[in-house]
């Protein structure tokens, strides 16, 4: 006689996404459902079967053949994204000037909740946050609305994470998501074309996107640093969207500020005098951001901005090139 454990199914650890989300979850190979096992998930396609382990009541679904990112680095604590710095440093660096700013992440939050409400069939829109590890400027206001279900996503865990994936393919069913926030991201992606089109698949019909992309900064969280965009280039990224509003999210000013800081630390040949010169970067050039406050709503800052950022929907329409170029923004010429 089979022991009574035998006879029961394998019950899958608790989950941190809600089970109205859980059901909407697909193999990120290849898009077929998943069946709950025993510290895993399993895709239901006979001929794929890939096994996905949950770490800590997150599930990790990416798919090694075309990542990056390897599953067992997840399960085995190590770090993914990057090392953790001493305690005392970041402490540190908390108390430094930065010498970022983003005037307009806050407002455009604001905006994007805007429509989502304006979708009036929905009681409780379902957002999809790529990247939140790290919290962007200005996302606490979108967090803090419990009108919203958020589903934030990483390729690290972290305790607002509730699943691990790569953006190149997203490991959720077609049109799920009412809106989608990809805020300093596409720059640590090997193909943000892939990306943005997994972004577009997984949205529903007139779903919401917003993006932050920088143009004119220096390589940070490397080694997983790829991709800058110039104003028109971050529009034809998004060209299956219809824009919303688009412009400036980190100016010149910023940009300058990095340049500064960044070409100081070029003359670091040791961990400590890089950190040396970094905190006299920070604490003599903090100052130069605050230009942008002036410059933003000129239309040369576009030639010159730290990053730009693009909020749209979904259409079923592509912007052409020839229409790209028409919305060119920037100055004209040299003069």
Not at 114 to 132: N, S
Request: proline fraction near 6%; charge should be neutral; include cysteine.
């Amino acid at each position: 006689m089979q022991s009574p454990a035998l006879l029961c199914p394998p019950v899958a650890p608790p989950l941190r996404l809600q089970p109205s989300i859980r059901v909407l979850l697909r193999c990120p190979a290849c898009e077929s459902m998943l069946a709950d096992a025993a510290e895993s998930l399993i895709c239901t396609n006979t001929a794929c079967l890939a096994i996905f382990p949950i770490v800590n009541g997150v599930p990790v679904l990416i798919n090694e053949k075309t990542s990056i990112f390897r599953i067992r680095d997840f399960v085995d604590g190590h770090s993914t994204t990057s090392a953790p710095r001493p305690k005392l440093i970041e402490m540190l660096d908390r108390l430094m000037p930065s010498i970022c700013v983003n005037t307009v992440a806050e407002a455009n939050y604001a905006r994007f909740r805007g429509l989502l409400a304006g979708r009036d069939h929905l009681i409780r829109p379902r957002v999809l946050v790529i990247g939140a590890g790290v919290e962007g400027v200005g996302f606490q206001a979108l967090r803090s609305q419990s009108s919203l279900d958020l589903v934030e996503t990483d390729v690290s865990i972290a305790a607002n994470i509730s699943v691990v994936l790569d953006a190149h393919d997203i490991p959720f069913c077609d049109e799920t998501f009412d809106g989608i926030i990809a805020q300093a991201v596409l720059e640590h992606v090997l193909d943000p074309y892939r990306c943005v089109a997994e972004i577009w698949r997984v949205l529903r019909p007139a779903g919401a996107v917003y993006a932050e992309t920088p143009f004119m900064q220096q390589a940070h969280a490397v080694p997983y640093d790829f991709t800058r965009f110039t104003y028109l280039g971050h529009r034809r990224l998004f060209r299956r969207f219809e824009e919303v509003d688009s412009g400036i999210a980190t100016g010149p000013g910023m940009a300058l500020a990095w340049a500064y800081y960044y070409f100081l630390r070029s003359f670091a040949k040791s961990t400590w005098t890089r950190r040396v010169l970094s905190a006299l970067g920070q604490l003599t050039g903090f100052w130069v951001k605050y230009f942008d406050r002036f410059v933003l709503t000129n239309e040369a800052a576009f030639d010159a901005a730290a990053g730009y950022f693009f909020m749209g929907r979904k259409s079923d329409q592509v912007l052409s090139d020839s229409d790209l170029l028409a919305s060119f923004r920037g100055a004209s010429s040299h003069r």
